[in-house]
């Protein structure tokens, strides 16, 4: 159990962040799903203007700490790469 004054201030604090964190974390989530949803169902129109959204979340997820700034660039080119994919097939069409 904390007994300096600082530490007490340290585990408050900690919890604060703890849940600002997390609420920023199903934040980023929320936004890739609704682009994957949006790949899954072959809208280009509709994956594209979720990606342009999530993007914004995903950067800022990687510098706040949240996740590696690396995962998130693999994230972003992966999703990139499969909408790309959907308006190919839609042009061969």
Known sequence: MAMHKSAKVRIRRNE?????NKNRISATRT?????????????YQIATAALKAAQPAI??????????KKN??????RLSARIKAIKEKISDS
């Open 16 to 20: 604060r962040r703890k849940i600002l």
């Open 72 to 77: 998130a660039s693999r994230k972003l080119s």
């Open 31 to 43: 936004s890739i799903r609704k682009v994957e949803e949006a790949i899954v169902a072959g809208d």
């Open 59 to 68: 950067h800022r997820s990687a510098d706040k700490g949240l996740v590696h």
